[in-house]
């Protein structure tokens, strides 16, 4: 799955292809692979996701796997951001309470993007564990480059998961 999520972020179409075919073969799910390219949706964009989902659908149906997938969203437009905050803040602590305490009023919008979008939208949702969601974040902020706020927060919360330093390196 992290293969996948890095070639998904880095849109390497063909091996993304030929990634996602050996996967189904070692008994990866399809729901699996899907989950893994929605939980990165928030740091690679829905173009990026757009386009990996097309290339992922296209082995699905060569593969004779039947699409749509069933829905794993678990969370509504009225609870998204009280579930995403619930996450954030039993991952990342007391960090997050005092970083929305802090916030100026004019940027919450930001704070309740972070808890809905990031959190809500995609930690909520079934299929995968938070280890390994959060395994997958850390791998395409690492891949990207450029976010190391971001990725130094998410190897913390990998730890915080259940990931060990090893799991992390490797």
């Known amino acids: ?79 998204r951001v009280e579930k995403g905050f619930a996450i954030r803040k039993g991952i990342y602590g007391n960090r997050i309470s005092h970083s929305i305490a802090n916030s100026p009023p004019d940027t919450m919008h930001i704070q309740d993007n972070l808890s809905g979008f990031c959190f809500g939208d995609t930690y909520t949702r079934g299929t995968l564990d938070l280890k390994t969601r959060e395994l997958l974040t850390a791998s395409v902020l690492a891949s990207l480059g450029g976010l190391e706020s971001q990725l130094k927060g998410h190897i913390k919360g990998n730890l915080t998961v259940g990931n060990t330093r090893e799991t992390i390196i490797a």
């Open 1 to 79: 799955l992290v293969t996948i999520v890095v070639l998904a972020a880095h849109q390497n179409k063909d091996l993304l292809s030929r990634n996602v075919k050996a996967a189904l073969k070692i008994g990866v799910t399809p729901l699996e692979i899907r989950e893994a390219v929605y939980q990165v949706t928030p740091y690679m964009g829905f173009a990026r996701t757009f386009n990996a989902l097309n290339v992922i659908n296209a082995v699905f149906k060569k593969n004779g796997i039947k699409l749509p997938l069933p829905d794993q969203s678990t969370v509504t437009e009225e609870n």
